[in-house]
T-cell receptor
Framework: GEDVEQSLFLSVREGDSSVINCTYT??????LYWYKQEPGAGLQLLTY?????DMKQDQRLTVLLNKKDKHLSLRIADTQTGDSAIYFC?????????????FGKGTSLLVTP | NAGVTQTPKFQVLKTGQSMTLQCAQD?????MYWYRQDPGMGLRLIYY???????DKGEVPNGYNVSRLNKREFSLRLESAAPSQTSVYFC???????????FGPGTRLTVL
């Protein structure tokens, strides 16, 4: 599919907020996801947002969606060293393979003490 | 529940050898997927199976075949491995396409 774009690296200090940005491609995307991958492990769903929402908050996580700009962001409040991982943005739309997600290349988040 | 399991965890092959990567899920999901993950490339879909008895090509199907053996199992076969197939392979499943996909731990394959 076409590219879902993310910045490759982000470094923050423990306790600060992290903001990971993503631009997606398909204006008909219905669901947008954030996955987390820890070293040597598979992907774990963190949160998702439906396309008719602007914002979703789940404990330390806040997802913002700007449909006009096709821009998605994930904010992690009070970032901890355990949040160090790769974060993937993914879109689902009916114009994809039909059933699969279109992933970005991932943002490596490093949290320093 | 084990979720999504994959075997083997690691494999080294010589060019031209064949092997099958196994995947099973115990969540009674309808859809299953095979992705490959390469550095700087994110995840790319190889094949998927929307439901038992159906399989379809994804973004990068060349050099691979799949079998949806039953609702639980979805295998990926490399008939003649090439160094370009060195990658980490992830299997995933979901109830339906738009639902959350659950990922296995991955198989790290090296082709020499």
């Amino acid at each position: 599919g076409e590219d879902v774009e993310q910045s490759l690296f982000l470094s923050v200090r423990e306790g600060d907020s992290s903001v990971i940005n993503c631009t997606y491609t398909d204006s008909s995307s219905t669901y947008l996801y954030w996955y987390k991958q820890e070293p040597g492990a598979g992907l774990q769903l963190l949160t998702y947002i439906f396309s008719n929402m602007d914002m979703k908050q789940d404990q330390r996580l806040t997802v913002l969606l700007n449909k006009k700009d096709k821009h998605l962001s994930l904010r992690i409040a009070d970032t901890q060293t355990g949040d160090s991982a790769i974060y993937f943005c993914a879109e689902f739309s009916n114009s994809n393979s039909g059933y699969a997600l279109n992933f970005g290349k991932g943002t490596s988040l490093l949290v320093t003490p | 529940n084990a979720g999504v399991t994959q075997t083997p965890k690691f494999q080294v092959l010589k060019t031209g050898q064949s092997m099958t990567l196994q995947c099973a899920q115990d969540m009674n999901h309808n859809s299953m997927y095979w992705y490959r993950q390469d550095p700087g490339m994110g995840l790319r879909l190889i094949y998927y199976s929307a439901s038992e008895g159906t399989t379809d090509k994804g973004e990068v199907p060349n050099g691979y075949n799949v079998s949806r053996l039953n609702k639980r199992e979805f295998s990926l076969r490399l008939e003649s491995a090439a160094p370009s197939q060195t990658s980490v392979y992830f299997c995933a499943s979901s109830q339906r396409g738009a639902n959350e996909q659950f990922f296995g731990p991955g198989t790290r394959l090296t082709v020499l």
